[in-house]
């Protein structure tokens, strides 16, 4: 029996910094044990199977490590299984299918947080931007995109997120990575 896995890496391929070719994360996967590995644009996002008897923070542990080793740098990931990335998308308490998938982003993040954290953001001053909290993610309402967004702006200080990962996908991104694990999922059925 196996699970099938989304990985999500932080801050790689950014500026020409903390490269980390999608041929070589495949090829560390691989070394791992985990199968069926597919890549997904160049800014660290994977999908693979691996023994269901493997947790996510024991996979996260494992990935971290190997990639360490391999890049001689370390990488903050995040390990997600199917069902959590399809709950995410289905509970999006904005209207996805209305928007274009740079208006709309999930920041996953390694565990749950509270909204005290965001006490000192003043959301109607970044109106229209909203986000909102769900399980272990924050969606972003950004009708400029992210690059503009000022509220992003604002949630991606250090103290916001203190003591919790945190890396941010597109909504396209999203969409893809549940129709990837999907797909995997379905081919181990």
């Known amino acids: 029996m196996t699970t099938t896995y989304a990985l999500l890496l932080r801050g790689i391929n950014v500026g020409g910094h903390r490269k980390v070719p999608m041929a070589d994360l495949?090829?560390?996967?691989?070394?791992?044990?985990?199968?069926?590995?597919?890549?997904?644009?160049?800014?660290?996002?994977?999908?693979?199977?691996?023994?269901?008897?493997?947790?996510?923070?024991?996979?996260?542990?494992?990935?971290?490590?190997?990639?360490?080793?391999?890049f001689g740098f370390s990488v903050d990931c995040l390990v997600r299984d199917h069902d959590y990335l399809a709950a995410?998308?289905?509970?999006?308490?904005?209207?996805?299918?209305?928007?274009e998938g740079k208006q709309l982003h999930a920041f996953y993040l390694s565990g749950s947080v509270d909204e005290k954290?965001?006490?000192?953001?003043?959301?109607?001053?970044?109106?229209?931007?909203?986000f909102a909290l769900g399980d272990r993610v924050l969606y972003l309402y950004a009708p400029d995109g992210l690059g503009r967004s000022k509220l992003g702006e604002a949630l991606s200080r250090p103290a916001?997120?203190?003591?919790?990962?945190?890396?941010?996908?597109?909504?396209?991104?999203?969409r893809k990575l549940v129709e990837l694990?999907?797909?995997?999922?379905s081919d181990e059925s």
């Open 181 to 185: 694990t999907e797909v995997a999922q």
């Open 26 to 70: 495949r090829s560390v996967l691989e070394g791992l044990g985990y199968r069926d590995v597919k890549t997904y644009l160049q800014s660290g996002n994977a999908v693979f199977t691996a023994p269901a008897d493997h947790p996510d923070d024991v996979v996260r542990q494992a990935v971290e490590a190997a990639i360490e080793k391999h």
């Open 117 to 130: 954290r965001f006490a000192g953001i003043d959301e109607e001053a970044f109106r229209p931007e909203a």
């Open 160 to 174: 916001v997120f203190k003591g919790v990962t945190v890396t941010a996908r597109n909504w396209n991104t999203v």
């Open 88 to 99: 995410v998308e289905r509970d999006c308490p904005f209207p996805a299918a209305e928007l």
